[in-house]
Nanobody, 124 residues
Framework: VQLVESGGGSVQAVGSLTLTCAAS????????LGWFRQAPGKGREGVAI????????YYAGSVEGRFTISQEYNKNTVNLQMNSLKPEDTAMYYC???????????????????WGQGTQVTVS
């Protein structure tokens, strides 16, 4: 499984960014894809999941209504559109793929096997 994130950067508060994860080598029938983030000195927290069957989505309360996760099947990518960004959204953002995401949702960071290298988002 290979996950490669891109699209991070620096932006002012209330601005927008779109993160992209190029995903390959995973079982698209069994696995779900998600975005997590980790701020300095904090644990890795779940942000959003897109489910493998039907493409339904789920968001952490802190980002619901501001972030949108989507999947482009023809490009094998999963995107995270982030609007109305806040300084507290500053973190390293990681793409993840695993069956446990489908089963247990966003509180599964310690059980996920497949991660990207991360992309930094800084909001000032």
């Amino acid at each position: 499984v290979q996950l490669v994130e891109s699209g991070g950067g620096s932006v002012q508060a209330v601005g927008s960014l779109t993160l992209t994860c190029a995903a390959s080598g995973y079982d698209y029938i069994k696995y779900c894809l998600g975005w997590f983030r980790q701020a300095p000195g904090k644990g890795r927290e779940g942000v959003a999941i897109i489910y493998n069957r039907g493409g339904s989505t789920y968001y952490a309360g802190s980002v619901e209504g501001r972030f949108t996760i989507s999947q482009e099947y023809n490009k094998n990518t999963v995107n995270l559109q982030m609007n109305s960004l806040k300084p507290e959204d500053t973190a390293m953002y990681y793409c993840a793929a695993d069956v446990v995401l489908c089963l247990y949702g966003l509180g599964t960071a310690d059980r996920i096997d497949y991660w990207g290298q991360g992309t930094q988002v800084t909001v000032s």
